[in-house]
């Protein structure tokens, strides 16, 4: 027998290589199990390559590692064959645990097989060894290394199987995974080599020719590590790669919820927006056809939001607006949807048993918008103006039903605001027409077709004129002569107005002028202003500059804004009028009576006249609690030291009734309808200034005839 023994470092080597193919191997069904397919095979192929390549090499380096007092040389071609066996071993394992599921006999068939490969590798590495004059192999040791070869795949197969789905931890589990799996195949290999013996005969020959064992160990270890090293760089650059694309996904992904969030929702109040809106009235629609439901669509718009965002800016606008959202979605159910579509204009779309029931909730929600909103530190009030079409009489698409619940809110507008209106086919008409009139409003003040009239006021009891009220008209090709009730309320809200009240306030000033210099010294002109003129942050300034422009004195201008304007916001209007009153303007609280008022911010308004609402006047003579009103008011002005204008006058009765009462000034029809100033201009020749003409000679007539 020859005695043999180890070089510990060649031992320690294959040690290494033997971890490092392990865990080589270990990194690669990673790689096979998360990367795409096509990569996938390229991991497996590359992988089972340097993993085949090192258990080879921890055995060729362990068979280096032994020696004999002979030198020993090795057939290249039976050792190429070895290596050829451990790749196949490795394609296999990897191939293995890439599988969905480890069945027991999967995992049984499995290490039997990689234990067999590696057994096979073995020894047939050990057969290319040429030694003379031979060796012979104890049966039992090499069973016990078949056996080990085995055990050792079996643990390396279900380590490797159950790394795959790790996430925690995974490289040091893997270390550890690779030196148990290093130390069994070590263990295999050693054992492998205890079974080999070698016979001594006295000569001791030994094949030359064969490779020199040396050289070899240092090529085999150095070409080894290099691969396995390589291996493991490109799988930790392409394991990086992999999670910063995933990353990228996951962000890509994120991104798109967050587009599809935004794409479809309002930011402000996170309420659904026009598109989805679209979409689930299409469901709707859907539903009911196959089940021959109802569903309803309420249109919603606030009044007097604009006013709101002008005077106390964006930022309460918008909390305000997320205020009401929240007093609807309180009293709507889950199924229904609550939409924005930008502004202060939101839709319902609510499923229901009988239209009675959009009116039930429409009228709930008409009384819940009007009570006062915290907001700040202001107490904001607003109200709603609805519109309500229902599935299947107001339409059968969604666009019709919109369209419809539109002109619907528009017809609850139109008739004072703060109410609820089922569409009817007449409206329909309306919307179209409104349109055109909005198209066309665009344009009156460059095409130069608004017209200023002005209305007498005369001082009570029977003159002179003191003053006149400019009333705006539209000259509108192909409709005459169109009254502000018809455009007005649609400039308000596209905003219009303010270009419009504008040039209004500028022609007013300019024909003051002109009448001032004529030497009508003593008249004044009064300006209406729409809530969204009133509460524009340089309407002063725009006044100022306007006055300044045509030279006329601050007193002689009145800026007429309605009570209700008034009173939306006090503080902020009584703000805006002690800027106008510190200029000299005079303010006029207009249709006075029709709104509420505080008494106590009455008393705080630095304005110098209330007008009476032509309404009560109308009915003075023949209805008892409106003559008491008008009384109470002119009381109330005395007291406040308000000047009482009173409109609408028709007739002589009510001019004798609001004399005796001790009104200060008069206007109305009886005395003088609105009209042009080259009309203003015979009148003065005639029989002004100075003396009422007697009203027999003036008919009350209906004011839409006087705009013909
Ligand atoms: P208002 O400020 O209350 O103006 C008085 C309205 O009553 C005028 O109607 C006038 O023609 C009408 N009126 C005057 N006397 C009599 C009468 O004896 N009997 C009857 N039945 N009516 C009388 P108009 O011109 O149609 O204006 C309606 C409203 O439109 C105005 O009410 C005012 O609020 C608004 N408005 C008119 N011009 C302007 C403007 O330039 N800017 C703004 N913001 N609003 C304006
Ligand atoms: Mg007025
Ligand atoms: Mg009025």
Redo the contacts with the bound molecule.
Sequence with gaps: MLASSYNDVLVLFSFIVAILASYTALDMVGRVATTDRAAARWWLGGGAVAMGIGIWSMHFIGMLAFSLPVSISYDPLITGLSMLIAIASSIFALWFVTAAALSLPRLVAGSLILGGGIAGMHYTGMAAMSVMPGMSYDARWVLLSVVIAVLASAAALWMAFRLRTQINNVKLLRALAAIIMGVAIVGMHYTGMAAAHFQMTGSMMHHHGGVNTNWLAVVVIVFTLAVLAITLVVSVLDARLQARTSILAQSLEHANRELMQLALHDNLTKLPNRLLLEDRIQQALQKAEHEGALFAVLFMDLDGFKAVNDAYGHHIGDQLLIAVTDRIQGCIRAQDTLARLGGDEFVLLMEMNDPADAATLAAQLVMLIEQPFNVSRYELLVSISIGIAVYPSDGTTERELMLNADAAMYHTKNSGRNGHSFFQKSMNVNAQEQLQLMHDLRLAIERNELRLHY?PKFTAPSGPVCGF????RWERPGSGML???VF?PLAEKTGL?LPM?EW?LNEACRQLREWHRQGHEEWSIA????AL?FEQPDLVEKVVNIINRHQIPAEKLTL?V?ETTAMLNPDVSVAILDQLTDLGIKASI??FGTGYSSLLYLKRLPASELKID?AFINELTTNNGDASIVSAIIALGKTLNLKVVA????TAEQQAFLNRLGCDTL????LGR?MTPAQIGDRISSDWPGHVVPATERE?T??ADSLK
Excluded at 469 to 472: F, R, S
Excluded at 527 to 530: D, G, M, Q, R
Aim: charged share 20%.
């Design positions: 209305q009220e400019a009333l705006v009254s502000p009730a007005l107005i009240g209004v300006v209406n202003l729409s003129q007429e309605t207009d249709d032509r409109e609408g006058v028709e206007q109305g029809f009886l609105p009350a209906p004011v």
